[in-house]
């Protein structure tokens, strides 16, 4: 197999990824965009075994011992992973935050193994990460609780959209969403931090279903939310509450499944 140090070794285009982390030495604010991307990026992993669960719940990842370390090697596509194994391997596509939290501590993770792009997340590193996943950035609730939350006409901002966009479409359990900026439940307060409701129709799913999805969907919208901003995420029900307030208004989703795009 390919180079586990990340000397040498077949390169293919630049990702996106590798521009957060080229861009990551700038200051903290780059450096908090690359974990955030890091985080919500589409990682191939190889697995130990043909028998790999693709939901991430019972799969054994492949690991490499590196001078005693156990390293788990990640990439941000397959092509990277083909020449990095340089023969056919099994393997599975997770979510960074789900390989983040279902990791083993005491493995570390060598992103992009053979490229001149390649990131080693140290013991220290992912703990913190880990950290970052448990810290409270949005509220989920399952189901709406009946009583419609008040909320603007105004056009969510473009860029939130936008780095919502590829999480709704990859969670395949989502047919449509709406988003809105909630009016301050408190007038005196009004200003000091916008609120955001992400109103997403996941159909008859259990609620350990739309919590996977909202974990999901809430990690893409943090690199596009300000300090003093926040985002709710509920679940979609037509016959009360916000859903049937956003149908009673005529409010457009962001997202719509049969359609396929945004607006």
Request: without cysteine; proline residues 6%.
């Amino acid at each position: 197999m390919g180079d586990p140090q990340g000397n040498g070794g077949s390169d293919e285009a630049v990702s996106a990824l590798d521009r957060a982390l080229a861009r990551a030495e700038d200051g903290d604010a780059q450096a908090q965009a690359f974990y955030d991307a890091f985080l919500n990026a589409r990682l191939y992993v190889p697995t130990a075994s043909d028998d790999a669960d693709p939901t991430g719940d019972t799969v054994s990842l492949l690991v490499a011992d590196i001078e005693g370390e156990g390293i788990v090697p990640v990439f941000d596509s397959e092509a990277r992973l083909a020449d990095w194994a340089e023969e056919p391997v099994p393997f599975t596509v997770l979510p960074g935050h789900a390989l983040v939290a279902q990791l083993d501590p005491d493995l570390a993770v060598a992103l992009n193994v053979g490229t001149t792009h390649f990131k080693l997340f140290v013991d220290a590193e992912l703990a913190w990460l880990r950290e970052r996943l448990n810290e409270t950035v949005i509220d989920l609730a399952p189901r709406d609780a009946g009583e419609p939350v008040a909320f603007r006409d105004a056009a969510p901002p473009e860029t939130l959209v936008s780095a919502l966009a590829p999480a709704l479409r990859r969670n395949e359990y989502v047919g449509a969403a709406f988003l809105v900026e909630a009016e301050a439940a408190d007038p005196v307060k009004a200003g000091k931090a916008r609120r955001f409701l992400l109103v997403l129709d996941v159909g008859d799913a259990e609620e350990e279903i739309f919590a996977e999805v909202a974990r999901d969907v809430g990690i893409a919208a943090r690199s596009a939310l300000g300090g003093d901003e926040l985002m709710d995420i509920i679940a979609f029900n037509p016959a009360e509450g916000t859903g049937r307030a956003l149908i009673e208004r005529s409010v457009v989703p962001i997202f719509a499944r049969a359609q396929d795009a945004l607006h």
